[in-house]
């Protein structure tokens, strides 16, 4: 009898962590992921999502050499996002805003 109460509390861990660790991969949808995008000043390409919709990316360089990136992801032509990023030549990234997530390598063109 003495024996019972530890092994419940063990069991009712087990349990806790089995759950949560479920719960944490449902949680986090994967983040579509553009691979390495060649960029170049000031000139702007488009990408495809899936689905309808695109990325569309404007870089411009600065004066540090780190590079702005003004994102606008559009579905069947409807502006959804257009969040911002600073980050320098070939450094990966991702960027959530609400429900939409996108990553890229952006590797600066000389």
């Known amino acids: 009898m003495k024996y019972r109460t530890p092994?419940?509390?063990?069991?009712?861990?087990?349990l806790a962590f089995a759950g949560c660790s479920k719960h944490s991969a449902a949680t986090y949808p994967k983040v579509?992921?553009?691979?390495?995008?060649?960029v170049s000043d000031g000139i702007t390409s488009r990408?495809?999502?899936g689905g309808d919709r695109v990325c569309i990316v404007t870089p411009t360089v600065q004066k540090d050499g780190s590079l702005l990136l003004a994102l606008r992801i559009e579905?069947?032509?409807?502006?959804?996002?257009?969040?911002?990023?600073q980050t320098m030549s070939d450094r990966p990234?991702?960027?959530?805003?609400?429900?939409?997530?996108?990553?890229f390598t952006?590797?600066?063109?000389?």
């Open 32 to 38: 579509p992921n553009l691979g390495v995008v060649e």
């Open 7 to 14: 092994l419940i509390a063990l069991a009712l861990l087990a």
């Open 75 to 85: 579905e069947a032509g409807k502006l959804l996002a257009a969040p911002r990023v």
């Open 106 to 110: 952006p590797h600066l063109k000389q």
């Open 47 to 49: 990408h495809d999502l």
């Open 93 to 103: 990234f991702e960027v959530t805003v609400g429900d939409i997530s996108i990553g």
